[in-house]
């Protein structure tokens, strides 16, 4: 009796219709990119489904641990295989049904046979196994139509294969679907979610960070790091691009009055990051901003802050309260990172009474003093660039 193979559901990408190939093809190429160290994964992707098989034990352990959080993936099956042996397959079908919870649940067992060769008849078999399991299963009880346990078994040539757990999977469609997009990463809660629903959308990120020292600090920096490592998890790599923005920031807090630096800032924001799409060859920005959270997130404000772009930016959590955004970050594991106490960019020179209905033409006013083209140039030019999932050991290279 072994593990060896995981039964994957489609979900969403069941419904496309003649571009369905490519979008299947997409989500083989994640998963042999997220699984790349483990070298006996084999994919075999069908119309309707895809098998993973592993013959390493802690390769399928890796696989189903992480599996979870790749999009494109309505559910999956860990399938067992058993002999064609029917005291083997007794055995087998408990074992597995003794992991799950079965108090209070209802059993049915379901049987295939392509194998006409076996002995023993679809009715004989269940009863067989599921009389079996019933009894050394006092709390179950049996249901034909709607079981919470349905224990599939499908009696092949080779073997026997069973399965009866079905995991939820991250469902949306594979990441590289959707294009490439530009995710601007404050190291605060909501950029990360933004980032999050994108790529469950199928975009495929790059992350883009404005960094200010000595106003923030190395554990900041560090902070971004872990978000941008989070957000890799997902099935496929990003690349992190971390901008000097300390002498464009304090420009901007010398030439422009104190109530609409906010607006002035975020814009200086944009516009770099517009040129770094560019280069990135990404066809939209994101930001996690959320209309009328704070006063740079107004509806004037957006639209100052637009105003320096023809870019599409794209706003996912635009609808969103901070109580829904707060409950996605805990789920996806980077909440207790992003309330790590060090300051961002964005939380330093807060003004005490910014302004919530900016001009747009005023603030272009006080800009205008400024040639900040070149300062913008220079930011871009002189950024870092780092690429995500990090390997182990360049966490370390500094001790070297």
């Keep these: ?54 013959d390493d034990e802690q390769g399928m352990e890796d696989i189903l641990s992480r599996l979870p959080y790749v999009f494109g993936i309505q559910s999956f099956s860990p399938v067992t295989q058993t002999s064609l042996e029917l005291d083997e397959m007794k055995h087998t079908a408990l074992s597995i049904v003794s992991k799950m919870d079965t108090a209070d649940k209802s059993f049915k067992v379901s049987v295939k046979r392509p194998n006409k060769e076996f002995p023993y008849e679809k009715p004989e078999i269940m009863r067989t196994i599921g009389g079996y399991v019933l009894g050394n299963t006092p709390e179950l009880t049996v249901a034909m139509k709607n079981p919470d346990i349905d224990l599939n078994v499908e009696i092949r040539q080779d073997a026997a294969y069973m399965m009866a757990e079905t995991i939820q999977g991250a469902a949306g469609l594979p990441i590289g679907a959707g294009g490439r997009a530009l995710l601007m990463l404050s190291g605060g809660i909501d950029s990360p979610v933004a980032g999050y629903h994108m790529l469950k959308r199928g975009v495929r990120l790059e992350l883009i960070h404005f960094f200010s020292p000595p106003f923030t600090t190395e554990r900041a920096k560090e902070k971004v790091l872990d978000l941008a490592e989070k957000l890799s998890g997902f ?60 006063a740079s997130q107004t509806l004037e404000s957006l639209q100052a802050i637009n105003a320096v772009t023809t870019t599409p930016i794209l706003r996912p959590l635009i609808a969103q309260d901070k109580l829904e955004i707060i409950e996605t970050a805990q789920a996806i594991g980077t909440y207790d990172i992003s309330i790590r106490p060090y300051e961002d960019c964005c939380t330093i020179f807060t003004p005490a009474n910014p302004k919530t209905k900016p001009k747009t033409d005023k603030v272009e006013h006080y800009e205008s003093f400024v040639s900040f083209d070149e300062m913008i140039e220079q930011a871009v030019a002189e950024r870092e660039i780092i690429e995500f999932p990090r390997k182990k050991q360049q966490r370390f290279e500094d001790l070297l």
């Design 235 to 294: 099935g496929s790599p990003v690349t992190l691009h971390i901008i000097p923005f300390t002498e464009i920031q304090q420009e901007v807090h010398k030439q422009v009055p104190d109530n609409i630096t906010m607006t002035s800032t975020r814009r200086m924001m944009m516009r770099i990051a517009d040129a770094v799409r560019a280069k990135t060859n990404a066809k939209a920005i994101i930001t996690g901003e959320s209309l009328g959270q704070v």
């Design 1 to 54: 009796m072994k593990t060896n193979q995981i039964l994957i559901r489609y979900g969403e990408l069941s419904t496309k219709g003649r571009n369905r190939k490519a979008f299947i093809s997409r989500l083989r190429n994640n998963i042999q990119t997220l699984f790349a160290g483990t070298p006996t994964l084999r994919i075999k992707a069908e119309r309707d489904r895809m098998f993973l098989f592993c």
